[in-house]
């Protein structure tokens, strides 16, 4: 039984599943729109919009905590650019929209992740 064992494995051990979802993150927060499969945008869903309330805060503990987790270039973005964006906004930074076109080569379940 799966009790208390929450978030999906994507096929990797802990170290390089956390790596992937940062990558993939990072990703989300320099394009701003993503294509992916479903069970990768419902997991890094909650991991980006924790980077934007860090970001919201507008302070400098918050920007190190972002460049300790994300790449420079994506901290950044996230701190001057997005985040100022949402200010008055209490949560729900992202929104998942499913694609009715699956994979071709796996028939895996697509969607688009991107900032409200």
């Given at each position: 039984m799966r009790h208390l064992n929450k978030g999906r494995k994507l096929g990797?051990?802990?170290g390089p599943r956390k790596a992937f979802l940062r990558i993939l993150a990072?990703?989300?927060?320099?394009?701003?729109?993503?294509?992916?499969?479903?069970?990768?945008a419902k997991e890094i869903r909650p991991i980006v919009e924790r980077f934007v309330s860090y970001g919201?805060?507008?302070?400098?503990a918050a920007l190190r905590t972002l460049?300790?987790?994300?790449?420079?270039?994506?901290?950044y973005k996230?701190?001057?650019e997005i985040a100022p964006r949402y200010r008055e906004r209490k949560g729900g930074y992202t929104r998942i929209v499913k694609v009715a076109k699956r994979r071709t080569h796996d028939?895996?379940?697509?969607?688009?992740?991107?900032?409200v």
């Amino acid at each position: 039984m799966r009790h208390l064992n929450k978030g999906r494995k994507l096929g990797l051990k802990r170290g390089p599943r956390k790596a992937f979802l940062r990558i993939l993150a990072a990703n989300l927060i320099q394009k701003e729109k993503i294509t992916t499969t479903e069970g990768r945008a419902k997991e890094i869903r909650p991991i980006v919009e924790r980077f934007v309330s860090y970001g919201k805060k507008q302070n400098l503990a918050a920007l190190r905590t972002l460049t300790q987790k994300l790449p420079k270039a994506a901290a950044y973005k996230m701190y001057h650019e997005i985040a100022p964006r949402y200010r008055e906004r209490k949560g729900g930074y992202t929104r998942i929209v499913k694609v009715a076109k699956r994979r071709t080569h796996d028939a895996s379940k697509m969607a688009i992740i991107e900032f409200v």
